[in-house]
Structures are given as structure tokens and as C-alpha cells.
């Protein structure tokens, strides 16, 4: 319905913040909240909401959940040293 916009990156979110800000005419977006709201219930909003915050968590968590990248392990000997005896 883009009444509001749900930025995924801080540069994003500036970008669309911008972008809200240079708008003149807030009349029609004012239009469109209120019809929005005159036809919609505050919980079915606030269920997407929550909807979409679980979701964005879910994802994130997945995310830093990942194991990293095959690592490659690195082993010196200096040179004249010698290995501990085992």
C-alpha cells in the first residue's frame, strides 16, 4: 500500500527518508492513511507488524547462525627449531 516504507540497509532507510521528506503534498498520502485506517483494525496492524519483525529476526539470526567459510590453518616451523617430542 506504501503508506510507509521498511528499509533493509541504513542507506536505504536514508534514502527513503529523503525521499518522504521532499514530498510537497502530504494531502494524498493523508488520504490514503485515513482510508487505510477507516477499513482496517489496529490488531490486524499490528499482527503484520510482528509478522514482519519475527520474520526480519528469523533471517537475521539465521544469518549469523551460518558457520564461516572453509578456514585454512596455517603451521609454521622455524627454521633449526625442532617439533616437541611427544
Known sequence: N???H???TSDQFIELAEK????KDKKKWLQKVD???SEDSWDNTV???RTLLYEAI???QLVL???PEATISHHYLLKG???AAS
Open 2 to 4: 506504501q503508506l510507509v
Open 6 to 8: 521498511i528499509a533493509d
Open 20 to 23: 518522504e521528506l521532499a514530498q
Open 35 to 37: 482510508k487505510f485506517i
Open 47 to 49: 499482527s503484520r507488524i
Open 58 to 60: 528469523s533471517n537475521r
Open 65 to 67: 547462525k551460518k558457520k
Open 81 to 83: 627449531s625442532l617439533p
